[in-house]
């Protein structure tokens, strides 16, 4: 009986944590060189390649057959180490941009598209193949390289937040090459000729270098095909939010996105800025601030009394100000312009505020640094949660911009502030005379983002059991547009109690002085033909958000895609077309439906197709169906448990790079623990602990529905660490039920003499993960993440429902637990 060596554990664990590496440092790329729903589709690409590797190891079994296996494994993980580094090389060569998705997705997009995945699914497929061999040598051992792997992979998840931080985005593609290196060189160690050891060893010795030499002086970058004005940074810095640069501006006027166009009748010079980039997108700029020994200097920075985003500061006296995302400052300075009395500031970048705080604390006059200005790196949410405090002005200028249509599309951190409950943690932090300011763009001839601003804010407040919500919510605009053609900057006041007629009279008095159009305003008339004042006053509101051209619904934590106005139906719809809000997000919806169909083409080609030719007799095998639909399954049932899971915590953490290595760290541990220990399962008990712990976890994802979103909202305040540390705990369970199915699976397909459908097994299960991954996310833009979550439990009811039809297995066959001919790819 072969025996599998610590060493041959260790190198396995080291390729997997190098997959999963890679993995999460590519939604982070992604995200700055595309848009960041792809960091669901690198779930998939992973997928994608390790079920290929188990297929084509099947169909090709001579030039790894006997002892040749254990010598083919560390050249296989060489090969993926520079797979990893050549394949990413050759990516940043491909000419696909945001810009060009947005243009169209005409047959050469979808070409380059089709090439990029299937690209950088080569070194998927290669790491992949050695977790595949290793399983398939050292059959009787499965469950200890099953855990090596999982755990190796958990471990990864770790080791990417790490190594971006460290070395970057592009440099983390750079570690993640030299540990999976390291496993190229431990497993040469282990089983390998001498040779074989010299030559991974100096790979590794090479790539060690040029990981140090990287964190000396970077030279395995990304280099962005786009940059702001096409010029270059004089900043650059990544950590696992964003990668954070900023340029010289020369834009020729006072940077805003609602001034007046009173102020430039007379302007005064401009003090300048510079801009600061998150993910090469959304912007923020760091406003110049002269500080002299008489004080501010006020009067050269007068536009921004000018701004729409400034009106709430009209109605009070030396208010309490709460800040979402101050970013480079703006908005401080302007509370400060207005003599507010304090100013919380709730930033989630860290590396924004130690830029205002440090290089550049003098360019931008130490804003930060005043007594009565208190910046905090946190989530905006999260903050507020933990605390009691109540604020007369609760402001958000314009957060996320573009970062969740061309550089976020759809991120879902972000998107957060912009949801039911998140409203009505903002009424709850009001003072009695408080309201919440918050801007965003207005399209004339269709304004469905504030719309859709409009109709979040009043659901929240109708929740909070306000009664005519009407007279609480005052929206203005100003229609000149400056920065984007065709689109104005509405601010919408959304205020805890009525508006009173002498507040009425200063929004009225100062709208006519600032040239801004009230668009709804209690008791103003000449407001109520504005399609803001009709749907404020509808009788039915919701019958007209069914009417509306696009979707204007509330967005909810469940449905947390607010910047997403387009419904499936309307993709081929001009309306709103010249809108880049508008055109943003369907061109995002359109790229996700059109990645659906490459992963479903990639998985036939690749898995399907060639098993089919090579193996098409073990279809026909009697009683295979049951089998075939479990597996299949189980696949479909993980990816849509896990995908509304990301969701939770990426709201619960704070970051969707937080949440993705919190969840796939624990998922894949516990996962390993459990497969580990079902390797103690009797071979008389495999089929009903395998029927057992379905239940167990249908049972379980029924109490996460019910009590886990309470859970969350009560522990929201918590430090993240603590929040990490429970979000583990809460996994745990999950994670242990759901690494059972697939090994006990193996073992009963073994068992009862189905072999020879070993490969179709893992195919169904590999392709239903591919192609689940980019559904899900589609499934959960227009149905909400409940759908989802719900959709994942009906797979696993459906796959215990195939195990009633399975074969029988003979006693004698299962006395060898963990021996398969087929041992697939184990990375969930």
């Known amino acids: 009986m072969k025996q599998t060596r610590l060493l041959t554990m260790l190198g396995v664990g080291c390729v997997t944590a190098a997959v999963l590496a890679a993995e999460i440092a590519l939604t982070r790329i992604f995200s700055v060189t595309l848009w960041y729903h792809f960091a669901f589709l690198v779930i998939s690409l992973a997928l994608l390649g390790s079920g290929a590797a188990g297929v084509w190891l099947y169909l090709l079994p001579r030039p790894f057959a006997g002892e040749r296996a254990p010598r083919a494994l560390p050249w296989l993980a060489l090969a993926a180490a520079l797979a990893l580094l050549s394949a990413f090389a050759l990516y940043m060569q491909i000419p696909l941009t945001v810009n060009a998705l947005r243009d169209g997705l005409d047959a050469g997009e979808i070409g380059w598209l089709l090439l990029t995945y299937a690209l950088l699914t080569v070194p998927f497929i290669l790491a992949g193949a050695v977790v595949a061999l290793a399983l398939r040598h050292y059959q009787a051992q499965a469950g200890r390289l099953y855990f090596a792997d999982l755990v190796g992979a958990s471990l990864g998840c770790l080791l990417s937040v790490a190594a971006i931080v460290a070395f970057g985005g592009a440099g983390a593609i750079l570690a993640a090459a030299v540990v999976c290196a390291l496993g190229a060189f431990l497993l040469a160690l282990d089983a390998a000729p001498r040779h074989a050891r010299l030559v991974t060893g100096a790979a590794l010795a090479l790539g060690a270098l040029g990981l140090a030499l990287h964190a000396l002086s970077p030279w395995f970058v990304l280099?962005?095909?786009?940059?702001?004005?096409?010029?270059?940074?004089?900043?650059?810095?990544?950590?696992?939010?964003?990668?954070?640069?900023?340029?010289?501006?020369?834009?020729?006027?006072?940077?805003?996105?609602?001034?007046?166009q009173t102020y430039f009748v007379d302007p005064k010079p401009?003090?300048?800025?510079?801009?600061?980039?998150?993910?090469?997108?959304?912007?923020?700029?760091?406003?110049?601030?002269?500080?002299?020994?008489a004080g501010d200097d006020w009067d050269a920075l007068d536009f921004l009394a000018y701004d729409v985003t400034a009106l709430p500061y009209y109605l009070y006296d030396a208010p309490d100000v709460f800040i979402i995302g101050p970013g480079g400052g703006r908005d401080v300075l302007t509370a400060l312009r207005f003599g507010a009395a304090r100013i919380v500031g709730v930033e989630l970048n860290p590396i924004i505020v130690d830029l205002v705080r440090g290089p550049y604390a003098d360019y931008a006059g130490r804003v930060y640094?005043?007594?009565?200005?208190d910046i905090h790196v946190d989530d905006a949410r999260t903050y507020l949660a933990a605390r009691a405090d109540s604020f007369d002005i609760i402001q958000a200028s314009l957060i996320d911009t573009f970062a969740a249509t061309s550089a976020g599309a759809f991120a879902l951190s972000e998107n957060g502030i912009y949801t039911v409950e998140a409203f009505e943690l903002y009424y709850d932090h009001l003072t009695d005379g408080g309201m919440v300011n918050f801007s965003r763009w207005y399209y004339a001839d269709g304004p469905a983002e504030t719309l859709r601003l409009v109709s979040v804010g009043l659901q929240a407040w109708e929740n909070r059991g306000v009664a005519e919500p009407a007279q609480h919510i005052v929206v203005l605009a100003n229609l000149t547009p400056d920065r984007i053609a065709d689109e104005g900057l509405a601010g919408m006041l959304l205020k805890k109690t009525p508006f009173t007629p002498g507040e009425l009279a200063v929004i009225a008095e100062q709208a006519e002085r600032l040239d801004f159009a009230v668009l709804y305003a209690p008791g103003l008339t000449e407001a109520q033909a504005s399609p803001v004042a009709a749907f404020v006053l509808a009788d039915d509101r919701q019958a007209f958000i069914n009417a509306y051209p696009v979707d204007i619904s509330p967005s909810t934590d469940n449905r947390p895609f607010f910047f997403n106005v387009v419904r499936l139906g309307d993709l081929g719809s001009d309306a709103f077309a010249r809108s880049a809000i508008y055109g943003f997000g369907a061109e995002a919806t359109r790229t996700l439906i059109v990645t659906l169909f490459i992963t479903a083409l990639l998985a036939a080609l690749l898995i399907v197709l060639p098993l089919a030719l090579g193996r098409g007799a073990a279809l026909r095998t009697a009683g295979g169906g049951p089998y075939i639909a479990y597996y299949a399954l189980l696949g479909l049932g993980f990816i849509l448990v896990e995908i509304p899971m990301l969701q939770k915590m990426s709201l619960y953490l704070g970051s969707p790079t937080y949440a993705l290595v919190v969840i796939l760290f624990a998922l894949l541990l516990f996962s390993g623990i459990g497969s580990l220990l079902s390797q103690r399962v009797p071979a008389s008990g495999i089929l009903p602990s395998l029927r057992l712990t379905i239940l167990a976890l249908l049972a379980l994802i029924a109490v996460y529905a019910l009590l886990l979103p309470a859970a969350l909202r009560a522990t929201q305040g918590l430090p993240l660490l603590a929040r990490a540390l429970l979000a583990v705990l809460a996994l745990a369970p999950a994670g242990l039920l759901m690494g059972r199915p697939f090994p006990l699976g193996l073992r009963y397909v073994e068992a009862a003499g189905a072999g020879s459908l070993m490969p179709w097994l893992w195919a169904a299960n590999g392709t239903l993960s591919v192609v689940g991954s980019v559904t899900a996310t589609i499934m959960a833009i227009n149905a909400g993440f409940a759908a989802v979550f719900a959709a994942g439990a009906l797979a696993y009811a459906l796959a215990l429902l195939a195990t009633l039809r399975l074969g029988a297995a003979p006693a004698a066959a299962g006395e060898r637990p963990g021996a398969v001919d087929f041992a697939p790819a184990a990375d969930i």
């Not at 640094?369 to 200005?373: C, E, I, L, M």
């Open 223 to 260: 280099v962005p095909r786009q940059t702001y004005n096409n010029d270059t940074p004089i900043f650059e810095r990544w950590n696992a939010f964003s990668r954070i640069t900023l340029y010289n501006d020369d834009w020729p006027i006072p940077f805003g996105w609602g001034i007046s």
């Open 270 to 293: 401009d003090p300048g800025h510079l801009m600061l980039l998150i993910d090469e997108k959304a912007g923020t700029p760091i406003q110049r601030h002269t500080v002299t020994e």
């Open 369 to 373: 640094d005043r007594p009565n200005v």
